[in-house]
């Protein structure tokens, strides 16, 4: 387990209007780790992780990202967003081929059509749909379609990789696919995973950190095991118990 | 000071409470006349006698559209409104409505210079309704409800105003409410073919003459003319000024192959203009010839654009001719000569069509007060734009 | 009624040259129009639909507006802008079959940045996250938007080609109807209506309405092509 800081935010804020919906004092998450993010509806969970994936800024605090600040200038922040990428709960597949799909963040990074070829082709056997490459995207069932997703993530080899809630409409053979592909990313890549879930046993089995956020402040952050066994908010308490009433 | 004030305040209002009272009081003796819930007034106060109300003829007139002619020596009046006539004598209590002798109850007088006639018999007479209010001494006069008569006539003779100006005169006297719907020659005789309109006022001689043959139409009667021109930018390429005569002038516009804008659209200007080719013994056609399909006045604001020539009707041109550079090049000849005609939809083909209504227009057409009505009506300028023709009998 | 649809046929079916110039000319005008006004539109729609409600309020009220012009009203206006007394006159336009185009452009490019702007902006909700954090820079944004929405500008398209073909009152005023010059379909539906020859212009009324469906249903066919399975 590494303890290299990958991304460090310190004083986070983010209000829509008057409505303060998040503020954490201090986050900090490990390179190499895989890192859960469990709390409540409306606990300020997807708001988080698009100011950590750097879709929206945060109203105030400061950001950095492998121990360097957030850069100024538009080229620069590009290159450093191109080091980390998102799956969302619902995937948003293009109107094309599954193939184009997933090589979509290739062709953006502008890599050489061999390259490109060869890590879709990859992924494609990886999560099992070599044979709907020429298939049009829209055309796939829920599961596939998010498997495409991860797919199209994943092929991009990124240092970080936030996921929303990725499982939560899939069965039980497509959440332990995806499981699976986590685990090997993380482990052959050393990927930093810094995943949204609802599911207690997910977060068991997948994390090894924790991070629980409460009606959008950060309660508690720490080791998976400390987090189940001996939570120190009675927040935490009820909520890994599963007692929270939300 | 302030007494001097207040003393000036009170005589005022004295005088104010005086005239008031008076003016009530004479208001209260006379008698009030509404035409159709409107206030009518009359140079000389109601005269009332026995049961009878007298009030000046001229104002009644006025108010039910009706002429008179009045005959000195015999010191009696013939009033005219629509189909009905009235004779009446002063000092004679018999009066005559379309030859049937009425006996009146009191006689018409004249009184300061003006004719009194009875209210009551003058009003029935011509077709209104009488009605008399005792609580305020009103006499309530409601005009006769009016019948529905439509009329097809074509875009330039409707875009001239004349009817505008003259149909008012025909609606009020006759009790109609005419509908003028205005369309292209073609599509005005079509709508009388197909019984969609009552009475058909054209500029076709040809194609009426046609359509009466083929028994659409019946009752036909030419009523006024005007006259066609030619007309063209100033500088003349084709010299048209000097041409001998209409034919002369277009057959030189072909020559010179100068710009020339037609109608295009089989009204009567188009007609007459075919009309001048064939009597050129030429056929039109090149880039010079445009063939519009538009009205007149859309078809002279193009030959304006152009700079070209056109055919129009001396009318239109005379109402565009402000917004336009084009210039008058020819005109005269009998050729020229634009007859307008009128008649009524054959009932035997559409038996629902107001035949009484349209007989009654083309009758004011040809009667003298709308011949000469025809006559009087005067462009912006002052200029005649028709010349009644109707006892022309052809 | 029959009498004129019989017309119609018999009026295809013995190629009247006039007929089929007027057809052409309908087909030319409206098409070069619509082609013209997608060049401009298409840009300018996405570049709308790109921003955020907020800031673009004002203008996309000036182009709803604009999408419900009437024709009368554009052709009054190019009208003057062209005669000889106008501003443009010395182009010698009026009258013309390009003045014709270019009153047609005028109309049809609000339909279509509006309907653009909207398929764009819809679009743009749904992918725009999706796209950033794959990594794509603004270039990659917008043409990826373009792509995705490239069926909902079709129909904006499509739309905008339905409203010119069958308009009259702009083409009247800056064509003309001149004969063999700037006569289309519907100003000559007008003329023969005009000259009393209903029956003529029901038949051009119906090869107008068959000439509008053939292409509508053309288009819409490619259009819901990629719109199935969704």
Redesign the interface.
């Given at each position: 387990m590494e303890h290299k800081v990958i991304i460090e935010a310190t004083g986070l804020s983010k209000c829509f209007g008057e409505r303060e919906v998040l503020r954490a004092e201090n986050i900090t998450l490990c390179a190499g780790n895989i890192i859960g993010v469990m709390g409540p509806s409306g606990a300020g969970k997807s708001t988080l992780l698009r100011i950590l994936s750097l879709l929206d800024p945060p109203t105030s605090g400061v950001l950095s990202f492998f121990g360097q600040p957030l850069p100024a200038s538009p080229s620069e922040r590009l290159v450093m967003r191109r080091r980390l990428t998102m799956v969302m709960q619902k995937p948003v597949l293009f109107d094309a081929s599954v193939f184009d799909n997933i090589a979509f963040g290739l062709k953006a990074r502008r890599l050489p059509a061999g390259e490109i070829s060869r890590r879709v082709e990859e992924s494609l056997e990886k999560i099992g749909l070599t044979a709907q490459r020429r298939q049009k995207a829209k055309t796939l069932s829920g599961g596939e379609a998010q498997r495409v997703a991860l797919a199209r993530a994943m092929v991009l080899e990124p240092e970080i990789l936030f996921l929303d809630e990725p499982t939560a409409n899939l069965d039980p053979a497509n959440v332990e696919l995806l499981e699976g592909l986590l685990r090997s990313l993380n482990r052959e890549l050393g990927t930093t995973v810094v995943i949204v879930t609802h599911n207690l046993f997910q977060a068991r089995r997948l994390a090894g950190d924790i991070l629980f956020l409460c009606q959008g402040s950060l309660v508690e952050a720490g080791p998976t095991e400390e987090i189940f066994k001996r939570p120190l908010d009675l927040r935490t308490r009820a909520f890994v118990e599963g007692r929270m009433i939300y | 000071m302030s007494k001097r004030i207040s003393r000036w305040l009170v005589g005022l209002f004295l005088l104010l409470a005086a005239l008031t009272t008076a003016n009530s009081l004479a208001q209260a003796a006379e008698i009030r006349v509404l035409l159709d819930a409107r206030p009518l007034s009359l140079e000389v106060k109601p005269q009332q006698e026995g049961g009878t109300v007298l009030v000046p003829l001229r104002a009644v007139l006025g108010a039910l559209g009706a002429e008179m002619t009045w005959d000195s020596k015999a010191r009696s009046v013939n009033i005219i409104r629509g189909r009905t006539s009235l004779a009446l004598t002063i000092g004679n209590t018999a009066a005559t409505r379309n030859g049937t002798t009425i006996q009146l109850a009191v006689a018409p007088r004249i009184v300061n210079g003006r004719t009194l006639v009875p209210l009551r018999f003058v009003s029935e007479a011509l077709g209104s309704q009488v009605d008399w209010r005792s609580r305020d001494l009103t006499v309530a006069i409601t005009s006769p409800a009016k019948r529905a008569l439509t009329l097809a006539t074509t875009t330039s003779t409707y875009d001239s105003g004349l009817l505008q100006a003259i149909l008012p005169a025909f609606e009020k006297a006759f009790d109609y409410e005419v509908r003028i719907i205005s369309?292209?020659t073609?599509?005005?005789?079509?709508?009388g073919r197909d019984g969609n309109a009552d009475v058909v006022l054209v500029h076709s001689r040809a194609l009426e003459l046609q359509n009466v043959a083929q028994g659409h139409f019946i009752g036909r009667r030419e009523i006024m003319y005007n006259d066609f021109v030619i007309v063209g930018p100033t500088a003349d390429p084709a010299g048209l000024r000097r041409a001998a005569n209409a034919t002369a002038a277009l057959r030189a516009v072909a020559e010179a192959r100068a710009t020339f804008v037609s109608r295009?659209?089989?009204s009567g200007t188009h007609v007459k203009e075919n009309e001048l080719w064939r009597a050129a013994g030429l056929t039109p056609s090149g880039a010079w010839y445009?063939?519009?399909?538009?009205?007149m006045a859309?078809t002279l604001r193009?030959a304006?654009?152009?700079n070209g020539y056109t055919l129009t009707d001396r009318g239109t041109y005379y109402m565009q001719q402000d917004k336009l550079d084009l210039v008058l090049l020819f005109e005269g000849g009998e050729i020229l000569h634009n007859q307008y005609g009128i008649m009524a939809v054959n009932p035997a083909r559409h038996p629902r069509i107001n035949l009484e209504g349209a007989t009654d227009l083309i009758q004011f057409f040809v009667s003298p007060r709308g011949q000469s009505l025809v006559a009087s009506f005067k462009d912006a300028r002052g200029r005649q734009l028709f010349f009644p023709n109707a006892h022309l009998l052809r | 009624m029959l009498e004129a649809i019989a017309n119609a046929v018999r009026l295809l079916a013995t190629f009247d040259p006039e007929l089929f110039r007027i057809i052409w000319l309908s087909l030319f005008v409206s098409g070069s129009a619509v082609v013209l006004a997608a060049l401009c539109g298409v840009p300018l729609g996405t570049w709308l639909g790109l921003k955020p409600v907020p800031s673009v309020r004002a203008i996309t009220i000036i182009i709803y507006t604009l999408m419900g012009l009437p024709p009368v009203v554009a052709g009054l206006v190019i009208y003057m802008l062209l005669?000889?007394r106008g501003m443009l006159g010395p182009l010698n336009l009026?009258?013309t079959v390009e003045a014709m185009i270019i009153v047609q452009t005028l109309l049809a490019i609000p339909i279509i940045v509006g309907l653009t702007a909207i398929a764009v902006r819809s679009k743009g909700r749904e992918i725009r996250d999706t796209v950033l954090v794959l990594g794509a820079d603004h270039r990659l944004l917008v043409w990826t938007l373009i792509r995705e929405a490239r069926y909902g500008i079709l129909g904006a398209v499509i739309t905008g080609f339905g409203r010119v073909i069958a308009e009259v009152g702009a083409v009247m005023m800056v064509g003309?109807?001149?004969?063999?010059?700037t006569?289309v379909l519907t100003?000559?539906i007008v003329?023969e209506?005009?000259?009393?020859?209903?029956a003529l212009a029901m038949a051009l009324g119906i090869i107008l309405l068959l000439l509008a469906f053939i292409i509508n249903s053309g288009l819409y066919r490619l259009q819901a092509g990629g719109t199935d399975g969704t």
């Open positions: - | 369309v292209g073609g599509a005005a005789l079509a709508l295009g659209d089989n445009l063939r519009a399909g538009a009205g859309d193009m304006d654009e152009r | 005669s000889r009026l009258f003309g109807n001149i004969e063999g010059h006569r100003t000559a003329l209506t005009r000259k009393g020859n209903f």
